[in-house]
């Protein structure tokens, strides 16, 4: 139990063209679901956590008018990359929160290969 | 704000050793931490879960250790396998369920 999709694995897009990212938890509810960011060779760094119903809270030095995120429902979140450039391509991960408060795990998606030309 | 550094950043050992993967933490106000494993180009493969409240956890030939005051975790892989091969990243739980990591350390196990 507990896996969460995205869609799609990997997308190539142009310059100034916006790209959307599902995240799917597939056999559980998830009121929260966090978007990461990992460049090659470096750790992942949360970009914004997603709230089902509310606005997402975005981390320190992420645009939030240029990645949008849409919770949904308690199943589906979604990131779009507005008005892509070059140095937005990387690897995007989201994960969701899976259990009781305390004992929380979050469990992540496979990624998304962003490559923006 | 929390940092998590794992030294060193990679790792190099022959099948068959036991080694240890080192993880530190700066903010001991936890809820858990975890350990994943991913392979080049991949998502990440969780492997173990360590709540604020346990000393250790293991699966397998893995067996992780927390210790909350001296801000350390350690990663124990026994008997090493080329499949091990992969990098290992460790990371905190704080307020708000955000996740803090670590840079990883890649580990090549040599047949």
């Known amino acids: 139990g507990a896996v969460v999709s995205q869609h799609p694995s990997r997308v190539i897009c142009k310059s100034g063209t916006s790209v959307k990212i599902e995240c799917r938890s597939l056999d559980f509810q998830a009121t929260t679901m966090f978007w990461y960011r990992q460049f090659p060779k470096q750790s992942l760094m949360l970009m914004a956590t997603?709230?089902?119903?509310?606005?997402?809270?975005?981390e320190q030095g992420v645009e939030k008018d240029k990645f949008l995120i849409n919770h949904a429902s308690l199943t589906l979140s979604t990131l779009t990359v507005t008005s892509a450039h070059p140095e937005d391509s990387s690897f995007y991960i989201c994960?969701?929160?899976?259990?009781?408060?305390?004992?929380?795990?979050?469990?992540f998606g496979p990624g998304t290969r962003l490559t923006v030309t | 704000k929390q940092e998590v550094t794992q030294i060193p950043a990679a790792l190099s050992v022959p099948e068959g050793e036991n080694l240890v993967l080192n993880c530190s933490f700066t903010d001991s106000a936890i809820y858990n931490l975890q350990w994943f494993r991913q392979d080049p180009g991949k998502g990440l493969t969780s492997l173990l879960l360590i709540q604020s409240s346990q000393r250790e956890q293991t699966s397998g030939r893995l067996n992780a250790s927390l210790d909350k005051s001296s801000g350390r975790s350690t990663l124990y892989i026994a008997a090493s396998q080329p499949g091990d091969s992969a990098t290992y990243l460790c990371?905190?739980?704080?307020?708000?369920?955000?996740?803090?990591f670590g840079k990883g350390i890649t580990l090549s196990v040599r047949p």
């Open positions: 997603s709230n089902e119903g509310s606005k997402a809270t975005y």
């Open positions: 994960s969701a929160i899976h259990g009781t408060s305390g004992a929380y795990e979050q469990y």
């Open positions: 990371a905190a739980t704080g307020a708000n369920s955000k996740l803090t």
